[in-house]
Every structure is written in structure tokens, then in C-alpha cells.
């Protein structure tokens, strides 16, 4: 009886064994399909990348630090009786031009778009800006992050322009300004070059942090601004030197500091990219600042600490659309030429009558141009393979769209400061501006014994 069951139990084996063969043999026919289906169904389109997450959200607050430091910057430029008016007119941009962006900046700027000219106005109000990946633009971070740090660029860059008429505009009509300017300008440009669709984009301009949207803007917005307000009343006759020479380089050093998140934040991720945009930046800033630094030694005998700090600054903004694209031997380079760039015209418009007070357009026009087109003659693919190698197409496409970015800014910044002008009177009248802004537009002072 034993040695039935047993031999029962060896065919019932092998007939296991048998089938166990085939049931492996069809699996791993079938198994690749079948895996493939299922890991496309559950894999879902974008997903959220924790060390991403945190590189943009850190990012995002040292882009948020430049504004002050920019108000530092600019106020240790202006006279003591302005310094207040200065630091009120960028950190109040906080609060303005981020109400605008969450309104409907952002939409216009991001949203899907209308003819590659315009956002359309489906997400004004943030409406659909929610905590999930967008796949157009922020595939492994948050959707509502992605516009947070988006945001801190709407902020700076109106703010930038202030340095054009330091100690001479009308509070009220500051503030309409930037709010205009934003919707007429910034937002439009961003879409062009950033926005998906963007007609720039689509014809391959590279810019990587904002050497058009920001820079080019606000530069040659300052440029119409000076020419549309004219000089100070004292230019030329009184001393309009730096009241606080610490103050510069307390700004440039929050400057540079906060660069590092504007730039490397810009890869929208925690990799080689985001490295090598901030040691491109790093390194470009360093060498403008010793071509500044060099420049006064050699034409006016001294090296002053503030043109080093605006030769840094000058640096940042050249490397600003190239960081990206280019390597960390293309930085010095433009950092080289920008820097030397932005320190001619710095001269020639110190002998004219264009009264850019703080000379933004030398550095945010001319560098920011400069960083453009070099971009062109050094991006290369193996940097980013998203950009394009550099040559003689890609320096006629960053030509071109720096040239409409150039116009479009000039021309209807110009017009807008008629406009308001003409609502609201651009200029404090000669009374106040000889008392100072801090007095007349604020009713306070920097300095108790000011």
C-alpha cells in the first residue's frame, strides 16, 4: 500500500513539475507586456522630487533676499535725505508686485497661450496653481512653488528700474508705475522667451535666468525713464556722491549671496545643471569685479569699493542667461567683456546729460545684452542639452530677440512715463526734491540728524 501511494506521489510531482515548467515558460513570454502595462498605468505623468523641492524652495528665498539687498544697494548710493525714499520704493515692490503676480501676472506670463504673444487668464487668482507638478514647467516640483519663485523674479525686476530716477519721483506715481509696467511689460516678455508657446522661445532664444525678461527690460526701461523724467534738479552743479558706502556693499554681498538661488535655482532641480550655473555665476561676477576694480586704478587713479561692487553686480547679470548653457571657462570670458562693456558706458554716460543716476542701464542694459549675445557664441549642448550650440545662428536668434526686447521695453516705457506724467506728474516738485524724498513723500529720516 506504501509503495502505491508513493509511487502516486511521484507522478502527481512530475505532473507538477510539468505544468510549474509551462506556467514559467508562458509568464516569461507574457511578463514584459504585462509589467509594461501596469507601470504605465500607475507611473503617473510627473512626480514630485524631494531634493528638488528643496533646492527651488531654498532658491526661492534667496531670490526673495535680493530685493532688499537691492534696496540696500541703491540707497547707500543716493544722498541721506533719499535713503529712505529708496528703501521704501524697492521693499514695498514686495508687496505690490507680488499681489499683481498672484492677480494675474503669473497667468499672463505662464498661462497657456494666446498666439505665442500672451498667458491666457486661467489661472489669474492662482486659480489651478495647486501643490501637484506641472508637466509645461515644473515636473518634479510643485506647481505653486514653481510660481513662487517666478514671483520673487516679477518682484526685483521692476524695482531695478528705480535706480533711474533715484530721488526725484512722486511716490504715488511709483507705485502705478510698477503695477503698469509689470502687465505691460514684464509679464508679456516672460511669456515670449519662457512662457510655453512663447513666440521667442519657439524660434530657439535662450536665456536661462533672465538676461531678456529681466535684465534687457528693466536696462533699457531705465534708459526711457531717464530721458522721459530728465536730470536732477542740482545734476551736474551739487554733490551727488554716495551718502553710505557700506551700505553698497552690504547690498552687493546680499547681491551676490542671493544670486547663487537666482541662477542656480533656475535649473528648477538639484543637480549638475543647478552646479553648473552657480559656479558659472560665481566666477563671472568675480572677474567683472576686478575689471571695475582695474578700470578705476587705471582712469582715475584709486580703485573705489563702489565701482568694485557695481562691477559684481555688472558680472551677475551678464552670466544670468548663460549660467545654463555655457561652461565655467565661458563665465570668465563674459565676465571679461561685460565688465568692461558696462564700464565704458558707465564713463560716457557720466559726461552726459542723461541723468541714469545709478546708471542702470550701463549695467542692467548693457550687461544684461552683453550676457545675451555671448550666450550665443558659447552655449554649448554638452552643458545643456536642452540649449544649442553656440555659432553664427544661435548669435542671430539671441540678436534678434534681444533687439525686440530692447524696443519693446525703450518704447513703451517711454510712453507710459508720458502717460502718468500727464495723470499724476512724474517728478516731486523742486521744493520737495531740494528737502529730499524721505522728508516729503515718507515724513521721516534715515539719520536723526539728517
Not at 152 to 181: H, N, S
Not at 418 to 427: C, E, I, P, Q, S
Request: hydrophobic share 55%; aromatic share 10%.
Amino acid at each position: 500500500m506504501l509503495s502505491k501511494i508513493k509511487r502516486l506521489h511521484l507522478q502527481l510531482g512530475g505532473i507538477a513539475a510539468a505544468l510549474a515548467s509551462s506556467a514559467l515558460s508562458l509568464a516569461q513570454d507574457t511578463a514584459p507586456a504585462v509589467t509594461e502595462t501596469v507601470a504605465a498605468a500607475a507611473a503617473p505623468a510627473s512626480t514630485i522630487n524631494s531634493g528638488d523641492t528643496s533646492w527651488v524652495l531654498i532658491s526661492t528665498a534667496l531670490v526673495l533676499l535680493m530685493t532688499p539687498g537691492l534696496a540696500f544697494f541703491y540707497a547707500g548710493m543716493v544722498r541721506g535725505k533719499n535713503a529712505v525714499g529708496m528703501l521704501m520704493q524697492n521693499f514695498i515692490a514686495l508687496a505690490v508686485l507680488t499681489a499683481v503676480w498672484a492677480i494675474c501676472g503669473y497667468s499672463l506670463a505662464f498661462g497657456p497661450t494666446q498666439g505665442g504673444w500672451i498667458g491666457s487668464m486661467g489661472w489669474a487668482f492662482l486659480n489651478g496653481v495647486g501643490n501637484q507638478p506641472n508637466p509645461d514647467y515644473s515636473a518634479t516640483i510643485p506647481h505653486s512653488l514653481f510660481m513662487a519663485f517666478q514671483c520673487m523674479f516679477a518682484v526685483i525686476t521692476p524695482a531695478l528700474i528705480t535706480g533711474a530716477f533715484a530721488e526725484r519721483m512722486k511716490f504715488k506715481t511709483y507705485l502705478a508705475f510698477i503695477v503698469l509696467w509689470s502687465l505691460l511689460i514684464y509679464s508679456p516678455v516672460c511669456h515670449w522667451v519662457w512662457g510655453v508657446g512663447g513666440f521667442l522661445r519657439v524660434k530657439g532664444a535662450l536665456d536661462f535666468a533672465g538676461g531678456t525678461v529681466v535684465h534687457m527690460t528693466a536696462g533699457f526701461s531705465a534708459l526711457a525713464a531717464a530721458l522721459a523724467f530728465g536730470p536732477r534738479k542740482d545734476y551736474g552743479k551739487a554733490d551727488l556722491s554716495p551718502h553710505n558706502v557700506p551700505f553698497i556693499c552690504l547690498g552687493t554681498g546680499l547681491l551676490w549671496f542671493g544670486w547663487f538661488g537666482f541662477n542656480g535655482g533656475s535649473a528648477l532641480g538639484a543637480g549638475d545643471l543647478a552646479s553648473n550655473a552657480l559656479v558659472a555665476t560665481h566666477i563671472a561676477a568675480a572677474f567683472a569685479t576686478l575689471v571695475w576694480m582695474v578700470g578705476d586704478w587705471m582712469f582715475k587713479g584709486k580703485p573705489a569699493l563702489t565701482n568694485a561692487c557695481i562691477g559684481a553686480v555688472v558680472g551677475l547679470i551678464a552670466i544670468t542667461p548663460a549660467c545654463g548653457f555655457v561652461s565655467s571657462t565661458s563665465a570668465i570670458w563674459i565676465g571679461l567683456i561685460a565688465g568692461g562693456a558696462s564700464y565704458v558706458v558707465a564713463m560716457i554716460r557720466g559726461k552726459s546729460r542723461i541723468d541714469d543716476s545709478l546708471d542702470v542701464f550701463a549695467a542692467h542694459g548693457i550687461a544684461g545684452l552683453t550676457g545675451v549675445l555671448l550666450t550665443g557664441v558659447f552655449a554649448s549642448k554638452a552643458i545643456n542639452g536642452a540649449g544649442a550650440d553656440g555659432g553664427g545662428a544661435l548669435v542671430g536668434t539671441q540678436f534678434t530677440a534681444a533687439l525686440i526686447v530692447a524696443a519693446y521695453s525703450f518704447g513703451v516705457t517711454f510712453v507710459l512715463c508720458k502717460v502718468l506724467n500727464a495723470v499724476f506728474g512724474l517728478r516731486a516738485s523742486a521744493k520737495d526734491e531740494d528737502a529730499g524724498l524721505d522728508h516729503s513723500e515718507h515724513g521721516e529720516k534715515a539719520y536723526v540728524n539728517n
